[in-house]
């Protein structure tokens, strides 16, 4: 029988290995696998499983949250806001032109500037005939003119060569039809037939002149 | 291996609770934003930041500028009080931080959707950059700035970045890019390409596109917040 340790140890290990409990301990646990039971298994899948639940909980009763909404002041109302996508209107078509081309001198107001620039609010050139106001934006205006009963004297400036038909007919119905404004909208046919009928004119219209058009 | 598929199981699950916990909410929540597309005029919003931007954004990240500025215009309304009465007023909007001066607004979630690299950041030594595109007329500002911060305003923490520039002598005309600062005789300062590319990044930083349905929902009369007693 050979020797089964080094001999420097063989006093100790020669009397632990002569010891049969331990050997067939050490045997036993030296064969040991702990098994995935059935049971472990489903408890690791029941755990994804509530995982997933709660999310989805907490993900739609996040307390109203709403990915449009950055006020922490805001409550939303029960139930959620309801989107509103209103029909796109010529008047809010000209609006955008409005505010792009028309609010240095007319101002958001639409009360221009006391003395310098005139109103459009309750203005009877805006609300009057739709001839005259198409001749105004088109070729500009030049001279005195006499507004919601002030005199003012100012340049206008052309703007044929700056808007398209649809944009002026769209502009000129927004302020028309804003302020409290009431008045038809205007067609961009008209437009068109305006700008045709004054093709070769570039000087500005004298208000005297327009009062002469659509009587 | 002794139990490969519990190790497995063990990872996965791990992985899977916090993916679960930070990441699906988050998506699920902001995750359908898209691009708004303007009624009028058909334009997208917002637009991806142009080739020279972008490439500034590294720069951005790299200098580690979020570390002292923010990307967040707040909307936090709070009270103080004004010849005895108590009146709402908003911090950053006082602060022409807000974007367009007629119409400021906070930063919403969708204005984010196309960064790359989101800045948030957490701690404003400097002003929020959200909007500084609104603020500098032209590159030149900026640079100014970046050179020499205390140049611009006296006290400021802001540490210079002159590295960005570069000294050189002036060879035939002088640069158009040369800033306006003072420089040995016969020598220019003119940026690097890094701060080109910076000062593009902080130029197209502009939200100043207004959604009208998140300014539906964000818009809360100043009154409702005095009767609110915040």
């Given at each position: ?11 100790i290990?020669r ?7 331990l ?7 030296l ?7 059935r049971g ?14 709660a999310?989805?909980?907490?993900t739609?009763n996040?307390g109203?949250?709403d990915?449009?909404?950055a006020?922490?002041d ?6 959620g806001?309801?989107?509103v ?5 010529p ?6 032109v ?7 001198c007319?101002q958001t107001?639409?009360?221009g500037?006391?003395?310098t ?9 805006v ?10 934006v ?11 009963g ?12 700056v808007?398209?038909?649809?944009e ?7 302020i ?22 004054t ?12 009062l002469?058009?659509?009587? | ?11 996965a ?22 691009q708004y597309?303007?009624p ?5 919003h ?9 490439q500034?954004?590294e ?18 309304t ?7 009465k ?7 909007f006082?602060r ?5 001066a007629n119409?400021p ?5 969708r204005?984010?959707?196309q960064?790359r690299?989101v800045?948030l950041g957490q ?13 500098f ?8 700035l970046?050179?020499e911060?205390?140049?611009?305003t ?21 640069s158009?890019?040369a800033?306006a600062?003072?420089?040995?005789p016969?020598?220019?300062?003119v ?7 910076l ?30 007693d915040?």
């Amino acid at each position: 029988m050979s020797e089964p340790f080094p001999p420097s140890h063989a006093p100790i290990e020669r009397a632990a290995a002569s010891d049969d409990s331990l050997q067939r301990a050490h045997a036993q646990l030296l064969h040991y696998r702990p098994q995935l039971t059935r049971g472990v298994l489903l408890s690791i899948g029941a755990l994804i499983a509530v995982l997933l639940a709660a999310t989805l909980y907490f993900t739609h009763n996040a307390g109203g949250f709403d990915p449009l909404v950055a006020n922490e002041d805001v409550c939303p109302p029960k139930g959620g806001f309801q989107a509103v996508t209103g029909p796109v209107t010529p008047a809010l078509l000209g609006k955008r032109v409005y505010l792009a081309n028309c609010i240095q001198c007319h101002q958001t107001t639409g009360l221009g500037v006391p003395g310098t620039f005139p109103p459009l609010a309750g203005s009877d050139w805006v609300t009057g005939p739709e001839e005259r106001i198409i001749r105004i934006v088109l070729q500009g205006a030049n001279g005195p003119i006499t507004v919601a009963g002030k005199n003012f004297n100012g340049v206008m400036t052309p703007f044929a060569p700056v808007l398209k038909d649809d944009e002026i007919a769209n502009v000129l119905t927004y302020i028309r039809s804003e302020w409290g404004n009431a008045a038809p909208e205007v067609k961009p046919e008209t437009v068109t037939r305006i700008r045709s009928e004054t093709a070769g004119r570039t000087a500005p219209w004298a208000p005297a002149e327009l009062l002469e058009i659509g009587k | 291996m002794n139990n490969g598929l519990a190790l497995f199981l063990g990872v996965a699950g791990v992985f899977a609770f916090s993916w679960g916990a930070f990441i699906l909410p988050a998506h699920w929540q902001l995750g359908r934003l898209g691009q708004y597309r303007d009624p009028v005029d058909e334009t997208l919003h917002p637009s991806a930041a142009p080739g020279l931007a972008a490439q500034g954004g590294e720069v951005y990240a790299d200098l580690g500028c979020v570390y002292c500025h923010t990307q967040q215009v707040r909307q936090t309304t709070l009270t103080r009080l004004k010849e005895g009465k108590r009146a709402a007023f908003n911090p950053d909007f006082e602060r022409k931080w807000a974007g367009d001066a007629n119409q400021p607004r906070p930063s919403y979630a969708r204005d984010y959707i196309q960064d790359r690299r989101v800045f948030l950041g957490q701690v404003r030594l400097g002003p929020d950059l959200r909007n500084v595109g609104t603020r500098f007329p032209d590159d030149q500002a900026l640079y100014k700035l970046l050179f020499e911060p205390q140049a611009v305003t006296k006290d400021s923490l802001m540490p210079p970045h002159a590295f960005l520039f570069e000294t050189r002598p002036i060879v035939g005309e002088r640069s158009a890019k040369a800033l306006a600062v003072p420089a040995p005789p016969g020598c220019e300062v003119v940026p690097t390409p890094r701060a080109e590319a910076l000062a593009a990044y902080l130029l197209n930083l502009k939200d100043t596109y207004d959604y009208p349905e998140e300014r539906r929902r964000n818009m809360l009369p100043s009154a409702a917040i005095l009767e609110g007693d915040r």
